[in-house]
Nanobody, 121 residues
Framework: QVQLVESGGDLVQAGGSLRLSCAAS????????MDWYRQVPGKQRQLVAS???????NYADSVKGRFTISRDNAKNTVYLQMNDLKVEDTTVYYC???????????????WGQGTQVTVSS
């Protein structure tokens, strides 16, 4: 099995910065895409940022220029550097990874347990 463990969520003032980390472990052969999502209670989970195994990135319009996604393939870890945080960024952040468990195997999707980010005014 595969586990994703997030860390780095905290309480921060508006304009501040946080760095989220998500480490994948278990029976991993390779990881394709790694994403960060966030979900406000009562709403659908929203893609915040995505990064491919080759380093290609994609961002939600609401975070462009403020958030940066990166990954360390050797550590199976994805990061989200969040700068100039706003009150509306407050919510739970989840990481997601597409993982192959064997050579030529299918990609399976796994979620982390979530980490709370709270931005105060």
């Amino acid at each position: 099995q595969v586990q994703l463990v997030e860390s780095g969520g905290d309480l921060v003032q508006a304009g501040g910065s946080l760095r989220l980390s998500c480490a994948a472990s278990g029976s991993i052969f390779s990881i394709n895409r790694m994403d960060w999502y966030r979900q406000v209670p009562g709403k659908q989970r929203q893609l915040v940022a995505s990064i491919t195994s080759g380093g290609g990135t994609n961002y939600a319009d609401s975070v462009k220029g403020r958030f940066t996604i990166s990954r360390d393939n050797a550590k199976n870890t994805v990061y989200l550097q969040m700068n100039d945080l706003k009150v509306e960024d407050t919510t739970v952040y989840y990481c997601y990874a597409q993982v192959a468990l064997r050579v030529g195997g299918p990609w399976y999707g796994y979620w982390g347990q979530g980490t709370q980010v709270t931005v105060s005014s």
